[in-house]
C-alpha cells in the first residue's frame, strides 16, 4: 500500500533524525512564552532566538496564546506595556528606525521589558537595556551578561506569568 509505504518512510525519516538539537532543548526549568508580531516579524524571531539562547530559562515560542504582542506603528516612540512576567504589549516605532535606530536591538530591548527588566540609559551599547540612549550606530541586539543573568534568575523554578515582573511603567526606546 502507499500509504504504508509512506508511513513506514515517515517512520524512518522520523526516527533516523534528532527529535531536536541540542540547542532546542529547554532547560528543565525553562518555561514557555508565546509572542505574536504583526510586524518587524523577522526581528522578533530573531529577538526570540537571542533570549532563548541567553536565558535558557525562557523558552520564547511564536504563536499559541501569546502575551508578548508585537506590531508596528508610526510616532509614540518604541514601547513596551509590560504586563507581568513574560507579558507585554509592544510597539515598535518606525520613526525610530527611520531615524537609524537598529530595528533588532530595539525589539530584543523591547522584549526585555516583558521579560522583566528596566530600563538603564546608560549610554553604553553593551547593555541591551540602555535601549537608545546608546545611540544610532549601536547595533548589539544582545543583553549582556548580567541582563541575561537576571531574567534567567527571574524566570528561575517557573514563575508564572501573573506574577509581577516590577516593570510596570510605559517605556519609551528612544527618549528625547
Ligand atoms: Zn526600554
Known amino acids: ?31 514557555t512564552v508565546y509572542y505574536s508580531a504583526s510586524g518587524y516579524s523577522a526581528e522578533a524571531d530573531q529577538s526570540a532566538q537571542i533570549w532563548n539562547s541567553a536565558a535558557p530559562n525562557v523558552r ?35 520613526n525610530d528606525v527611520a531615524a537609524g535606530h537598529y530595528a533588532l536591538r530595539i525589539v ?19 547593555y541591551l537595556m540602555s535601549g537608545g540612549s546608546a545611540g544610532t550606530s549601536c547595533r548589539n541586539p544582545n543583553p549582556n551578561a548580567a541582563e541575561a543573568n537576571r531574567v534567567n534568575q527571574l524566570f528561575a523554578g517557573g514563575a508564572t506569568s501573573t506574577e509581577a515582573s516590577g516593570v510596570t511603567e510605559t517605556d519609551v526606546y528612544a527618549k528625547g
Do not use: K, W
Request: aromatic share 4%; with cysteine; glycine share 16%.
Open 108 to 126: 530584543a530591548h523591547e522584549i526585555g521589558h516583558g521579560l522583566g527588566l528596566p530600563d538603564n540609559y546608560n549610554g553604553v551599547c553593551s
Open 1 to 31: 500500500m502507499a500509504l504504508g509505504a509512506l508511513a513506514a518512510t515517515l517512520t524512518l525519516v522520523s526516527t533516523g533524525m534528532p527529535a531536536a538539537s541540542a540547542e532546542e532543548q529547554p532547560s528543565t526549568f525553562a518555561r
Open 60 to 94: 520564547m515560542v511564536r504563536g499559541g496564546n501569546a502575551t508578548i504582542r508585537i506590531s508596528a506603528t508610526t510616532g509614540g516612540g518604541s514601547r513596551a506595556y509590560p504586563c507581568g512576567l513574560g507579558c507585554a504589549t509592544i510597539y515598535i516605532d518606525r
